[in-house]
């Protein structure tokens, strides 16, 4: 009984002695020279001696999905696999949005930044990009059958990987997929 009330006394001080008043240190700690409470790290580019392949930014797995992200596997990297993908995105794909004025605006404010410079305020085709000489083909009319006859999915295709012959370039990296299928949304609104 003498004993352990010794020992709490004594207990008392050396718990006293962990604490200072620098809040910027923890005091001592147990262990901490073998970085049981620092872990090391490392930033996203720096090299790392731990992983196989030194890098510490690691690609995903393949086959991965991001949450709540549709995958969309229709790539091409040949005019007719770009075709056939092209056709088979309208086939398969469905504009997942409920058109409202929301979307539309989200549509307008996207398609004022990424599709009027070449096809026009009005969708006609006629943006300043082709009308100043400056791109040299032909930007097609959004709000003629031919576009329009055509299901969300092509569209939707052509916002994302660029147009069958690459003259429009791809703009699935700048664009969200939510904000191209609203674009696709403004198009229609644009056509009536
Ligand atoms: C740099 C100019 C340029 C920009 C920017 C651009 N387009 Fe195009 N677009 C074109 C040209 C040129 C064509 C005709 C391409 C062809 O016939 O291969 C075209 C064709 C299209 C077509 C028809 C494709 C087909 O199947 O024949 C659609 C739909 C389209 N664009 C939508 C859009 C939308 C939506 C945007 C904005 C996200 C956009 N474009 C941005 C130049 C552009």
Redesign the pocket.
């Known amino acids: 009984m003498k004993f352990i009330r010794l020992f709490s006394l004594l207990l008392i001080p050396l718990m006293l002695l962990a604490c200072n008043r620098s809040k910027d240190n923890p005091g001592y700690d147990y262990m901490g020279k073998h970085d049981m409470y620092y872990t090391k790290f490392y930033k996203a580019f720096s090299p790392n001696p731990v992983l196989r392949d030194s890098m510490t930014n690691q690609l995903p797995v393949e086959g991965t999905v991001a949450r709540c992200e549709m995958p969309f596997p229709y790539p091409g990297a040949t005019i007719a696999e770009r075709a056939a993908n ?1 056709a088979k995105s309208g086939l398969e794909v469905q504009n997942p949005l409920v058109v409202n004025g929301e979307v539309l605006a989200n549509g307008k404010a ?2 004022d930044i ?6 026009g305020k009005n969708g006609k ?1 006629d ?1 300043y ?2 009308t100043s000489g400056l ?1 040299p ?4 009319s ?1 709000v003629e059958p ?2 329009q006859s ?1 299901p969300d999915g ?2 939707f295709y ?2 994302t990987y ?8 791809p ?1 699935g990296t700048q ?1 969200q997929p939510k904000d ?1 299928w609203s ?2 949304s403004y ?1 229609r609104e644009l056509a009536n």
């Open positions: 092209q996207h398609y990424f599709c009027i410079s070449c096809h085709g943006g990009l082709f791109f083909a032909k930007p097609t959004l031919y576009v055509k092509e569209i052509v916002i660029g147009s069958i012959s690459g003259l429009m370039g703009h664009i191209r674009i696709i198009v």
